[in-house]
T-cell receptor, first 114, second 113 residues
Framework: ETGVTQSPTHLIKTRGQQVTLRCSSQ?????VSWYQQALGQGPQFIFQ???????GRGNFPPRFSGLQFPNYSSELNVNALELDDSALYLC?????????????FGEGSRLTVL | AQTVTQSQPEMSVQEAETVTLSCTYD???????LFWYKQPPSRQMILVIR??????QNATENRFSVNFQKAAKSFSLKISDSQLGDTAMYFC??????????FGTGTRLQVFP
């Protein structure tokens, strides 16, 4: 069984640039969620994708957007980067049908905005 | 509002001893799940234990157990026979009728030899 994988693991951008982060869900999981974890904080929910549609969104501005593909992999896009966007971005997958709320996380992408 | 609060930023314990991490939450939902996740320095969040709100019996997973007090909205994690590999950030989280998790701010646990 393949777990959740994310790429890239680290990246550095400057203010105003755009970034795309990628995630492959665990096999058999059709739901992908993205979380932002600032340094020293708990993860904050960004949004969730189910069957290629956004299925819930946290308190993040529209410049945070996403996609889910037919193979259930997902992308997180952030436009017009700000310094406060520096964080660890975690992708998590789940088998929505179980509705247990248990998520399986990847190791994250560490974004630094200068 | 649905919240999760962890009031202990850091804890330490000696190897083989027992430690309890605290968590309180707030929700008006009747159907919810509570979790403890572990995030070691490698960063990957790992589920430690899960509790269904409708179950009165406290969940147990080997050395890990919870004390779930529904009326008090308290959900503490007890780690028995602590091991060096238990050193990590521990996050309490709640899932209130959705797959979205609401996390606390975490407790950094250091296990000393």
């Amino acid at each position: 069984e393949t777990g959740v994988t994310q790429s890239p693991t680290h990246l550095i951008k400057t203010r105003g640039q755009q970034v795309t982060l990628r995630c492959s869900s665990q096999s058999g999981h059709n739901t992908v969620s993205w979380y932002q974890q600032a340094l020293g904080q708990g993860p904050q929910f960004i949004f969730q994708y189910y069957r290629e549609e956004e299925n819930g969104r946290g308190n993040f501005p529209p410049r945070f957007s996403g996609l889910q593909f037919p193979n259930y992999s997902s992308e997180l896009n952030v436009n017009a980067l700000e310094l406060d966007d520096s964080a660890l971005y975690l992708c998590a997958s789940s088998p929505l049908a179980t509705n247990t709320g248990e998520l399986f996380f990847g190791e994250g992408s560490r974004l630094t905005v200068l | 509002a649905q919240t999760v609060t962890q009031s202990q930023p850091e804890m330490s314990v000696q190897e083989a001893e027992t430690v309890t991490l605290s968590c309180t939450y707030d929700t008006s939902e009747n159907n919810y799940y509570l979790f403890w996740y572990k995030q070691p320095p490698s960063r990957q969040m790992i589920l430690v234990i899960r509790q269904e709100a409708y179950k009165q019996q406290n969940a147990t997973e080997n050395r890990f157990s919870v004390n779930f007090q529904k009326a008090a909205k308290s959900f503490s994690l007890k780690i028995s026979d602590s091991q060096l590999g238990d050193t990590a950030m521990y996050f309490c989280a709640g899932s209130y009728n959705t797959d979205k998790l609401i996390f606390g701010t975490g407790t950094r646990l250091q296990v000393f030899p």
